[in-house]
Nanobody
């Protein structure tokens, strides 16, 4: 099992940057993909970014591609999401989650488990 706790959210101005952290525990952390999702009020949970077990492969949602960067440090059991050029439409609760399986790079919410409590990101105009 993998347990995760997100942190690093806050209030930033449009065009600014923020780095989110996801602290994980559990023996499977270094063996599974990790992902970031976000959810704004009244909207479905949206895929943001994912990274495979080693950090070699990554994938991003179209709305954040070129602006966000996902990375992981398996020695520290931590996943990061660096967010640049933030826009008001990036405002949401951001969630970290562990992939259900050992291999692959999933992007569907159904393929992730062990969700964290989320961290709020608010971008002002």
């Amino acid at each position: 099992q993998v347990q995760v706790v997100e942190s690093g959210g806050g209030l930033v101005q449009a065009g600014g940057s923020l780095r989110l952290s996801c602290a994980a525990s559990g023996r499977r952390f270094s063996s599974v993909a990790m992902g970031w999702f976000r959810q704004a009020p009244g909207k479905e949970r949206e895929f943001v970014a994912a990274i495979n077990w080693s950090g070699y492969s990554t994938d991003y949602g179209d709305s954040v591609k070129g602006r966000f960067t996902i990375s992981r440090d398996n020695a520290k059991n931590t996943v990061y999401l660096r967010m640049n050029s933030l826009k008001p439409e990036d405002t949401a609760v951001y969630y970290c989650a562990a992939g259900r399986y050992e291999y692959g790079l999933p992007t569907d919410v159904a393929d992730f488990a062990s969700w964290g409590q989320g961290t709020q990101v608010t971008v002002s105009s």
